[in-house]
């Protein structure tokens, strides 16, 4: 198990809670437990927010629960899930010393909407944070039976950037990077909650990731078809409006590292509708010119050769830049609002973030290494080059290669 101090080093470079970080830490290693048990490693499907964030954006919102598709029901089973979360584990302690105990593992069967028999359940766990009072943090799983799984499941490796982590990497089998696009829309027409708007709106300004808007919505309408609900639109969003700007702020904040307005989210909305029943997508904003030996820059930001302090800075810059929020930039001694866009490496060898002015709406590049400190506000900018700094993940995500969407089972 990584040190109490390892988890409140990430924590302040990232400007969250420290809890947070515990969590998505066991998170993972829970992932890995699951994975390398021979019952569920080929009928559990990982789907949902904390896999967006896992398997295909180190720059996410951070996450709490962990939700699945089951190839096979038989496995709803209270008494199946409690042995093999035993196993999970003794394997997770044995490997990590992070604890699970079984007496406070929790599974229950509920009637789901579709007439079927979904299960939830509960895991508590001792991590590197002992809590001081009250009871263990848990973790919550959804395990869902009849879920339409449109395309083939992806094998990814997931985001685990911690000193434990297996050399090997952790791999799961999660949804294809479109249907997890489309369920993230179906998800939000159907309960319009923050944190839906929050990630439709992030893989949809993410253009270099965008998938083909026919396949995106052919998988969507054949989702909402096996739910018997519509697909979403903006008119029907527009009754919900008032109660999701009211919980943005209560479901969001302790997730991210600033909370941006959620007029920047809805904003986006008609564009999203537009490009997904059309093809036509919003204009994208040119990138700044690249000077000569430029190179851009995209690792994730812990496997880049710089300074604890800069991968610091890094990390809020990168968030700052995806939620289109303005830093406070302390540089040479001044402090200057800045909005970024794009990180890049000179033919010296040094890091350069290129970037706006806030205050006068001048181009700027700042060097890393000179940064003294950088701070996420609430003002939120549109941004006037293309945004470049969301670093690629484990794995190139791969098209659609398939014109029309095929069901997969049910």
Request: proline share 7%.
């Amino acid at each position: 198990m990584i040190s109490r101090r390892e988890i409140l080093d990430i924590a302040h470079a990232l400007g969250l809670l420290p809890q947070v970080v515990e969590k998505d830490y066991v998170l993972g290693w829970i992932l890995a437990g699951i994975y390398q048990h021979a019952a569920l490693k080929e009928t559990w499907i990982f789907k949902g927010g904390t896999c967006l964030k896992k398997c295909y954006f180190e720059t996410f919102r951070f996450s709490e629960d962990l939700d699945f598709t089951l190839s096979d029901p038989s496995q709803i089973n209270e008494e199946f899930l409690e042995r093999v979360f035993r196993e999970i584990g003794e394997w997770v302690y044995e490997k990590t010393g992070i604890e699970l105990p079984e007496e406070r593992q929790k599974f229950e069967r509920f009637p789901n909407p579709r007439g079927t028999v979904s299960c939830q359940g509960k895991l508590s766990y001792r991590g590197p944070i002992a809590p001081r009072s009250g009871g263990l943090p848990r973790i919550k799983l959804d395990l869902t039976p009849d879920e339409l799984l449109v395309l083939p499941p992806a094998k990814r490796v997931i985001f685990h950037d911690y000193s434990d982590a297996p050399e090997e990497g952790i791999p799961v089998r999660c949804y294809a990077y479109d249907e997890a696009f489309a369920e993230k829309i179906r998800a939000l027409g159907d309960r319009a909650r923050p944190r839906d708007l929050y990630d439709v709106i992030n893989l949809f300004r993410n253009s270099e990731a965008r998938p083909r808007s026919a396949v995106l919505h052919g998988v969507l309408r054949q989702k909402c078809a096996h739910r018997h609900i519509p697909v979403p639109t903006l008119v029907g969003l527009e009754t919900h409006r008032d109660d999701l700007e009211g919980s943005w702020r209560p479901m969001l904040s302790h997730q991210l590292q600033a909370l941006p307005p959620v007029e920047s989210f809805w904003s986006e909305l008609p564009g999203l509708f537009v490009w997904l029943e059309s093809g036509v997508a919003p204009t994208e904003p040119a990138a700044y010119q690249m000077a000569a030996g430029e190179t851009l820059l995209r690792q994730p930001t812990r496997r880049l050769r710089v300074a604890a302090a800069a991968q610091s800075y890094l990390e809020i810059i990168r968030f700052a830049g995806a939620n289109h929020l303005c830093v406070d930039l302390r540089y040479q001694g001044s402090v200057r609002r800045i909005e970024p866009y794009s990180l890049r490496r000179t033919h010296e060898g040094n890091i350069l973030l290129h970037a706006v002015r806030a205050s006068d709406d001048q181009h700027r590049s700042y060097l890393i290494d000179r940064i003294q400190g950088v701070q996420t506000t609430g003002q939120s900018f549109i941004p006037r080059y293309l945004v470049e700094l969301n670093p690629w993940g484990p794995a190139a995500i791969l098209p659609t290669t398939t014109g029309t969407a095929s069901r997969r089972h049910q």
